[in-house]
T-cell receptor, first 115, second 114 residues
Framework: DQQVKQNSPSLSVQEGRISILNCDYT??????FLWYKKYPAEGPTFLIS?????DKNEDGRFTVFLNKSAKHLSLHIVPSQPGDSAVYFC??????????????FGQGTRLTINP | KAGVTQTPRYLIKTRGQQVTLSCSPISGHRSVSWYQQTPGQGLQFLFE???????NKGNFPGRFSGRQFSNSRSEMNVSTLELGDSALYLC?????????????FGQGTRLTVV
């Protein structure tokens, strides 16, 4: 049961253009969403997050949009830079009955920025 | 401030053996979670520990177990290894102050079962 889905395994974008990574979820109990970036041989690093009470959060070149009715979120990177080439994971969070925050990850999207 | 440290970085084991992986969280972080990453499967949640207690468990067989010590360090054990257990095992720690506390990941342990 894949509750968080990233349907595009890979994405290729020209340097300087906008990169848009998409993520869909099925569980309406999720109340916080995060994006992580992962380089080969390294652990994922936190990028940006958004609470379910918001529809947009911006941090420099990175903006995350949340559409709760569609259960969809997206990460926009503009302008894209070669150093942005990595695998991006979308994650959704909810509190369990035992009071713990549980992160559910998507399968990841490999972003390649072409010079 | 030191990040999350996982040891060893790489490991090769034979089918049927058992393995123990270690994770030292960021100082002050009491929540430690473990994930398995395999190609095409993303990060699959294994379990989460907080104050030496397992609070959450993913859908993995009982061969996968873990524990947390009083200093918040955590270990993960896999018994009777199978070829399909070959993966990158990631540990993440967080302050767990409330909703939206982001998790910080270690570099992972690459386990290869032959």
């Amino acid at each position: 049961d894949q509750q968080v889905k990233q349907n595009s395994p890979s994405l290729s974008v020209q340097e300087g253009r906008i990169s848009i990574l998409n993520c869909d979820y099925t569980n309406s109990m999720f109340d916080y969403f995060l994006w992580y970036k992962k380089y080969p041989a390294e652990g994922p690093t936190f990028l940006i997050s958004i609470s379910s009470i918001k529809d947009k959060n911006e941090d420099g070149r990175f903006t995350v949009f949340l559409n709760k009715s569609a259960k969809h979120l997206s990460l926009h990177i503009v302008p894209s830079q070669p150093g942005d080439s990595a695998v991006y994971f979308c994650a959704a969070s909810r509190y369990t009955s035992r009071g713990a925050q549980k992160l559910v990850f998507g399968q990841g999207t490999r972003l390649t920025i072409n010079p | 401030k030191a990040g999350v440290t996982q040891t060893p970085r790489y490991l090769i084991k034979t089918r049927g053996q058992q393995v123990t992986l270690s994770c030292s969280p960021i100082s002050g972080h009491r929540s430690v979670s473990w994930y398995q990453q395999t190609p095409g499967q993303g990060l699959q949640f294994l379990f989460e520990y907080f104050s030496e207690t397992q609070r959450n468990k993913g859908n993995f067989p009982g061969r996968f177990s873990g524990r947390q010590f009083s200093n918040s360090r955590s270990e993960m054990n896999v018994s009777t290894l199978e070829l399909g257990d070959s993966a990158l095992y990631l540990c993440a720690s967080s302050l767990d102050r409330g909703k939206g506390t982001e998790a910080f990941f270690g570099q992972g342990t690459r386990l290869t079962v032959v």
